[in-house]
């Protein structure tokens, strides 16, 4: 885990502190509402998953688990070019959900290939590994 994460983690739980005094002055329903999600995005786990090459179509799948709905996803799946990575796939959801992303290829072609999550309004991120095919 990366310091940025750490830091942003204690950003996000001292934000969620509340003083004894301000919870003696809130309705008891508006308590139970709002540690909801506060309870969800802590079991909240996600990423990308390898690409991989299936026939002339490479693919990588990425998730999101025990997420609330007010935390969106983009999956992007990339190939690496002399310019830099290019965008081939992107699916974007919200909360818990999977997304499958996939590019055809042409035969005879190799090209390095990875996948990534990032989170929105947070915008952490989480990159595969890096994988490279010929295509068949």
Known sequence: ???????AILAT??????SPAALAATPATTQTETAAPAESAAA??????PPYLGGGTVSATVWASGCHRNVTFTGVLQRKRWY???Q?????????GA????KGCK???TFTYRAYVVTWPAGFSKTS???RFTCR
């Open 84 to 86: 830099g990575w290019q």
């Open 99 to 102: 997304a499958s992303l996939s």
């Open 88 to 96: 081939l796939d992107r699916e974007r959801w919200r909360g818990t």
């Open 107 to 109: 035969r005879g072609t």
């Open 129 to 131: 590994p890096q994988r």
């Open 44 to 49: 909240c786990r996600w990423g990308p998953n």
């Open 13 to 18: 739980a001292a934000a969620l502190t509340v």
């Open 1 to 7: 885990m990366s310091i940025r994460t750490i830091s």
